[in-house]
């Protein structure tokens, strides 16, 4: 049985899981994106540019192979140890069905998000918020999540990871998308 912070832990952990997924996917269409990266990663390391680059591409590669249970333990193990502690600190069973279903949901996430902007489109947002609307619409469309609750975990999450003007965007938009679906329900 989950338990109301077993929830919100997951959640905190699957923002960080998608933000990865993002970032290692706009490293892989975005060269300049890429070869900052690897400017970095040489700077940090003290390692030859290339090993840098060859090494970077081989992570993405297998990122992209790797099971999404094991790479979210390990964002657990390395990042989120603290919740472990206790018992039903995360929700395991939350966090592995939602994190299983991110490059399910990743496009229409984007589809539904670019819909209801005016002035930019989901690709163009920051990878955050990307994170956090991909995990809202993933949890609207597969849990039982009042949508007042879910509503406020995003811009709760919004808060906690971002800007002050990330939770009043994440809010616009997904009051948009509910009015919406209100809509076409009647």
Partial sequence: MSTIKGRINA???????????????????????????VEI?????????????????QKIK???KQDPKQY??????NFFEKYKEK???????????????????KEITSQEVTKKTNSFVFEEMDLVDQA????????RKTQDTPKEVILNEMVELGKAYWDSWSP?????????????????SK
Wanted: net charge negative; no cysteine.
């Fill in 11 to 37: 959640r905190r952990i699957l923002v960080s899981y998608f933000y990865d997924k993002l970032f290692y996917q706009l490293l892989e269409k975005n060269t300049k994106t890429l070869n900052d990266t």
């Fill in 41 to 57: 990663e040489k700077n940090l390391k003290i390692i030859e540019e290339e090993t840098a680059r060859n090494e970077l591409v």
């Fill in 62 to 64: 297998e990122l992209e």
């Fill in 72 to 77: 979210i333990q390990e964002i657990i193990d």
């Fill in 87 to 105: 018992d039903n600190q995360i929700d395991y069973n939350f966090l592995f069905k939602i994190g299983e279903l991110f490059d399910t949901y």
């Fill in 132 to 139: 956090i609307f991909i995990l809202w619409f993933t949890e």
């Fill in 168 to 184: 009043k965007l994440i809010n616009a938009i997904m009051h948009k998308i509910f009015e919406t679906a209100k809509d076409t």
